[in-house]
Nanobody
Framework: QVQLVESGGGLVQAGGSLRLFCAAS????????MGWFRQAPGKEREFVAA????????YYTDSMKGRFTISRDNAKNTVYLQMNTLKPEDTAVYYC?????????????????WGQGTQVTVSS
């Protein structure tokens, strides 16, 4: 069992930065691929980024490459999402996820555990 709690969301102006945190509980955290998804109002939940347990491999959705960086600290059971050059279209609820398999595009079907989400709002 893995429990995930996100934090770090908030309101930021376009061009600004935020860093999201995901604190995980459970001894099996270190073996999971960890990822971030987001869901905007009226839209489906979409993949943002994922990172393997080593961590030496990460994948991003194309629109976020170069702006977002996922990282993890297994000793602290924490996953991070550094978001730079934020745009209004990045506004969404961001969810941390414990994922079974790492691939270039991770789908919600690959997720075993979800966090409750944290709101990110980017104003223009």
């Amino acid at each position: 069992q893995v429990q995930l709690v996100e934090s770090g969301g908030g309101l930021v102006q376009a061009g600004g930065s935020l860093r999201l945190f995901c604190a995980a509980s459970g001894r099996i955290f270190s073996i999971y691929v960890m990822g971030w998804f987001r869901q905007a109002p009226g839209k489906e939940r979409e993949f943002v980024a994922a990172i393997n347990w080593r961590p030496d491999t990460a994948y991003y959705t194309d629109s976020m490459k170069g702006r977002f960086t996922i990282s993890r600290d297994n000793a602290k059971n924490t996953v991070y999402l550094q978001m730079n050059t934020l745009k209004p279209e990045d506004t969404a609820v961001y969810y941390c996820a414990a994922v079974r398999v790492l691939r270039p595009v991770v789908t919600p079907l690959d997720v075993d555990y979800w966090g409750q989400g944290t709101q990110v709002t980017v104003s223009s």
